[in-house]
């Protein structure tokens, strides 16, 4: 122990070390001296270069050089070597191999400390940005080799001495996402030469982890069936998580407005379930006068029982519709025909409409048009856009008050348009009037067409607004049909669902 330690600090001094080379010196030029020995002292002298060049510094290996210099140059002097020719030459060759070979070491030497400090510059630096690298050589269907970097091993979440392997890596995957891995594999041992994935990792702990991973061919050029990569791994876990939160508070403030909202069409609501529970009632009544005559007409009851369970489902679909909109859920994208959800959104604004003598122009050319999205959100914008109408008209004489409700289908997208012929948007108001708070209204919370917004570039979607000619102001949004959703999502092999883009601006 005591002895480890001794060597150790020898080694790190530099003055020790230059004493310890130079001593070597001067015995192999002792030796030679003393018992005139046959060995080639310049092979000793290279020796003792190279074994100093594996040791220590530039610097002593610099003096340790000039010094051997010195002790073959004495020998030449004090040995008269120099009245014999061959001896000159055999100097002269001496020389030549110590310089060459000094000139070759102090270079491989400081090649050497220059790949050392990169190294540390590398592992610092992939400490922090939590990126690692892995090395994986391909050989006709099988991963030969496998390489990681210190930060790898971390993502990893595997011990430094563990010998890296693709079973490793693949072990470490969440269970779900097992079948990419095999997709992933297929890809590298067809030789595919640039491939991105995101994969999720299931740690030890229970704790998920998610990393994104850019692999390149190390050399494109070589044969499809044998070639080696070299992978940058991310950790994205901080990002995933402050995205998830991010959704999460969005669609907690989206369900406020949305309840306020409901609040405010609560007289609306009331009739639309009240309707249905009149011409149950009505319908109830003359179903038990149709029985109670002498004769019952079984036929005309029967009539009167089917208007009551029309009138029940649709009661059903109004409150099933409220309390969708009501819950408090995270966003869930599916497959909807737009006119659908549009439909369905004006059902709880038509009473606000009537009741304002608002006259509507509906023309919903999308039948056809299918969208991937969360119909609760959805609808939740259509009904603010709606809202915001009905009270942008407020005051406008009754007779002018009109509506306009569009949807069809522009290349890739489905549109819809909502225009009005109330107040307009002051010029100057209209870029801002998507940021948070921005309000005209006393009671006005500002953060409707904020929550829009939000919610349609969640749908890889896009809204605007602007003055009409006359009267008014047209909001618009669009959003992408499904075929082209599904094109884009090809591109990118990933977990499951593609992690949502949020912006609330
Ligand atoms: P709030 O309704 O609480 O004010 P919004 O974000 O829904 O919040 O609307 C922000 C502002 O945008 C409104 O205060 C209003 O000035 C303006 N606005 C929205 N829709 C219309 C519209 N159809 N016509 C005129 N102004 C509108």
């Avoid at 269907?141 to 993502?155: H, K, P, T």
């Avoid at 297929?186 to 595919?192: D, K, M, P, T």
């Avoid at 692999?215 to 499809?224: D, E, F, W, Y």
Wanted: some cysteine.
């Amino acid at each position: 122990m005591l002895l480890t330690r001794l060597c150790k600090r020898f080694l790190e001094s530099d003055r020790l070390a230059f004493i310890a080379s130079v001593s070597a010196a001067v015995t192999i030029s002792i030796i030679n001296l003393l018992i005139d020995s046959d060995l080639a002292h310049a092979v000793l002298y290279i020796t003792l270069l190279f074994m100093s060049a594996h040791v220590f510094s530039i610097r002593v290996v610099t003096i340790v050089a000039l010094f051997c210099f010195l002790l073959v140059t004495g020998s030449f002097i004090v040995d008269y070597f120099y009245e014999a020719t061959g001896s000159i030459v055999g100097y002269i060759r001496c020389l030549v191999s110590l310089v060459t070979i000094t000139l070759l070491t102090v270079r491989s030497k400081w090649s050497t400390n220059e790949l050392r400090r990169n190294q540390a510059f590398l592992t610092g630096a992939q400490r922090l940005s939590r990126t690692g690298s892995v090395g994986l050589r391909f050989d006709h269907g099988r991963c030969r080799e496998v390489r990681w970097s210190e930060e790898a091993f971390r993502i990893y979440g595997y011990p430094r001495d563990i010998e890296p392997s693709w079973t490793l890596m693949i072990a470490r995957l969440h269970p779900d996402d097992r079948s990419m891995a095999d997709n992933l594999f297929a890809q590298l041992a067809a030789g595919e030469p640039d491939i991105e994935v995101e994969q999720r990792l299931l740690m030890p702990d229970g704790n998920p982890r998610y990393v994104q991973m850019v692999i390149n061919a190390i050399n494109p050029n070589t044969p499809a069936h044998s070639r080696e990569y070299v992978a940058a791994l991310m950790d994205i876990t901080a990002m995933r998580q402050a995205e998830q939160a991010l959704l999460d508070s969005r669609a907690q403030l989206a369900h406020v407005t949305r309840m306020t909202s409901l609040g405010e069409l609560a007289a609306s609501i009331a009739h639309e379930v009240n309707q249905p529970l009149a011409a149950i009632v009505s319908s109830g009544e003359s179903c038990m006068r149709w029985i109670d005559r002498e004769k019952p007409e079984l036929e005309e009851a029967k009539l009167s029982l089917q208007r009551i369970i029309q009138c029940s489902l649709r009661a059903n679909d109004v409150i099933a519709g409220i309390r969708a909109l009501s819950k408090k859920c995270v966003p869930q994208r599916q497959h909807y025909a737009f006119d659908k959800i549009v439909t369905d959104a004006l059902v709880l604004v038509q009473h606000e409409m009537s009741h304002k003598h608002i006259k509507q122009q509906l023309s919903l050319d999308a039948a056809n048009a299918r969208i991937n999205g969360d119909r609760v959100q959805l609808q939740q914008v259509i009904i603010n856009l709606v809202m915001n109408a009905c009270q942008a008209m407020g005051n406008s004489c009754q007779g002018m008050r009109s509506l306009k409700l569009r949807t069809w289908v522009e290349r890739c997208e489905v549109m819809i348009e909502v225009s009005d012929s109330g107040t307009g948007i002051d010029e100057a108001d209209l870029p801002s009037l998507f940021n948070p708070f921005y309000t005209t209204k006393a009671e006005g919370l500002g953060m409707g067409l904020s929550i829009c917004r939000s919610i349609i570039e969640f749908h890889d979607g896009r809204i605007w607004a602007a003055n009409n000619e006359g009267q008014g102001a047209t909001f618009m949004f669009a959003l992408p049909l499904v075929r082209h959703t599904q094109a884009v999502s090809k591109t990118f092999i990933g977990p499951g669902e593609q992690s949502p883009r949020l912006s609330f601006s």
